[in-house]
């Protein structure tokens, strides 16, 4: 099978015909074999009536659904492990993605080399105070954390080769991050795109602000754990180190200069610990040490983990 399209879906039962219509005449122009995956992430309307129908006429056309609303990241690492094609393309279901796109993206994939394609909408159609501004500053930020330099990180358009997809796993906010997700696995040909973005026909967004801020937290999480997630102690540790030897080495000055004081008969010296700077030590080298033993903690829980020595092998030539 040439594609698998895997569009998550809320509440869009007015966009899927014409979305299924523009796609089955897509993939007939250019004689690709193909499957469309639509995930129905708890719709309450009638999209999962229209998937039944779409699923009548064309069995290329597939649907699973949730019981309850998971979120974007659920829907797309479901279809990652149901998808067979050779590239794997997601787009959002609301008509803002046009599957004119798939070609470019399906060459890109199969004859440019790229392990993954993200698409770049440069110019948009949304709001923007609620889209635009947030977009451009949480793309900056994406890209000063992970060093990949893409334009639109959060576009539902992008294309994966297969072995992706099969190798990552999404969940929590963290599909505005796969392609961060991506490098860290190892696939580091990323590319991409402008693509084409339609100003919304059918039904509301589904942006909100809680999603802004949650994302902003999964970034946090994925930075860390995919740089220290099976060696914890060299965050842990080194800044628990760095902390308790500060705390150390005030509380030395402050215990030197007593002494000194007190050997040349100084009448009036304050007592080390009338002065808020020892405190403030104290404090430091209670928190050092608190840090070292959280990153001795998570050394010994990943030293027992179960996938404490799962790597990715690209090949084996050993059998």
């Known amino acids: ?31 690709f074999s193909y499957e469309v995956l639509f995930i129905d992430d708890g719709s309450r309307d009638k999209s999962w009536q229209v998937i039944e129908q779409l699923h009548q006429q064309n069995r290329c056309f597939k649907g699973i659904k949730f019981r309850r609303n998971y979120g974007k990241s659920a829907a797309l690492n479901t279809g ?3 998808a067979k094609g050779d590239v794997i393309i997601t787009m959002d279901a ?7 796109e798939i070609p470019e993206l399906y060459r890109m994939i199969m004859e440019g080399g ?33 060093n990949i330099h893409l334009h639109d990180f959060n576009c539902g358009l992008k294309a994966y080769r297969k072995d992706v997809v099969k190798t990552i796993e ?49 970034l946090i999480s994925i930075t860390f754990t995919s740089r220290f997630g099976k060696k914890p102690m060299h965050f842990f540790g080194v800044w628990g180190t760095v902390s308790f030897l500060i705390g150390f080495v005030i509380t030395i000055i402050l215990i030197t200069q007593k002494l000194i004081l007190m050997s040349n008969q100084t009448a009036n010296f304050r007592q ?11 404090l430091a080298m209670v928190v050092g040490t608190q840090l070292f033993l959280a990153g001795f903690l998570g050394e010994m829980m990943a030293r027992n983990a179960s996938d404490r020595n799962s790597y990715i092998i690209e090949a084996d030539m050993t059998s």
């Open 80 to 82: 990652f492990h149901k």
């Open 272 to 282: 080390v610990t009338d002065q808020p700077l020892f405190y403030l030590a104290l």
């Open 94 to 100: 609301d008509l803002q993605d046009s599957p004119d």
């Open 170 to 218: 999404v969940y929590g906010e963290m599909h505005r991050y796969i392609p961060v997700i991506a490098k860290w696995a190892g696939f580091s040909k990323i590319g991409e795109k402008v693509v084409t973005h339609q100003k919304r026909k059918y039904g509301v967004t589904k942006f909100g602000w809680d999603r802004f801020v949650n994302g902003f937290l999964d």
């Open 114 to 146: 790229y392990d993954l394609v993200s698409g770049w909408k440069k110019v948009r159609y949304d709001s923007t105070f609620a889209k635009n501004i947030p977009s451009k500053f949480f793309n900056w930020t994406t890209r000063r954390i992970s």
């Open 1 to 31: 099978m040439n594609i698998s399209v895997i569009i998550p879906l809320l509440n869009e039962e007015e966009s899927l015909p014409e979305l299924a219509a523009w796609i089955e005449k897509v993939m007939a122009e250019n004689n």
